[in-house]
């Protein structure tokens, strides 16, 4: 590995902050996604036991126990569709004030999941381009042996093909992972989002109902 690192050039330290960099990103973000709860299918489903009995005070106890955006965005819902009801307010009214809520928070829910993604981003764009930068610089350093040795000469050219190389792979080597890593996470935080609208209409679906 340490060879690689040599043989590849002055791009190579810049590579592998960024693949170190990068792998740090990934293992908070499996963290935070772990933390951030199980399925929403069984959590929405044991909502809506509750939602459906009208045991308002059971369904908030449950979102209390729960984790991730879509437990949040549902207690605050809940948590104003209560007040709204204790004050005798109209149907219609809790209706269009708690979808409001809870759509207005969810922005906040998912905000803690999406933190340092674009960083994957960034790595996952430069690490191609500075790979590009060695290849150039291993071609230029090959060139300048040839012109040197006033011909070609595979021993004193494959130092710097070496370092084109390198530099090549290692660049894809860093950004593919990375861009892997982004998708996965994406598609989860869609996941988070469509469980939150879905969510809002489980609460607002209660209300209308009861």
């Known amino acids: 590995m340490l060879n690689y690192l040599l043989d590849g050039g002055p791009v190579m330290l810049p590579l592998f902050l960024l693949s170190v960099l990068s792998l740090a990103i990934i293992i908070d973000r499996v963290r935070a996604f772990r933390s951030a709860g199980g399925s929403v299918d069984v959590f929405r489903a044991d909502l809506n036991l509750k939602l459906t ?3 308002l005070d059971g369904a908030i106890n ?3 126990d729960s984790t991730g955006p879509v437990a949040a965005c549902a207690l605050v819902g ?3 569709y209560r007040k709204m009801r204790s004050r005798g307010r109209k149907p219609e009214e809790m209706e269009t004030t708690v979808s409001k809520v809870m ?3 969810a922005p906040k829910s998912i905000s803690g999941l999406e933190k340092r993604l674009n960083l994957l981003v960034l790595i996952a764009s430069v690490s191609p381009l500075l790979g590009m930068v060695g290849t150039v610089t291993g071609m230029i350093r090959s060139f300048d ?3 040197e040795m006033a011909g070609l000469d595979p021993s004193a050219v494959a130092g710097g093909i070496s370092e084109a190389l390198i530099t090549t792979a290692s660049g894809l080597i860093v950004a593919i992972p990375a861009v892997v890593a982004y ?3 994406s598609r989860r935080i869609e996941e988070y989002n469509i469980g939150i609208e879905e ?3 489980d609460v607002v679906a209660s209300i ?3």
Do not use: A, G, I, T
């Open 145 to 147: 042996k040839m012109s």
């Open 62 to 64: 449950h979102v209390k």
């Open 208 to 210: 209308s109902e009861h």
């Open 103 to 105: 759509e207005d928070y």
């Open 53 to 55: 009995d009208d045991d």
């Open 183 to 185: 998708n996965l996470f």
């Open 78 to 80: 809940l948590q104003r």
């Open 199 to 201: 969510c809002v209409m």
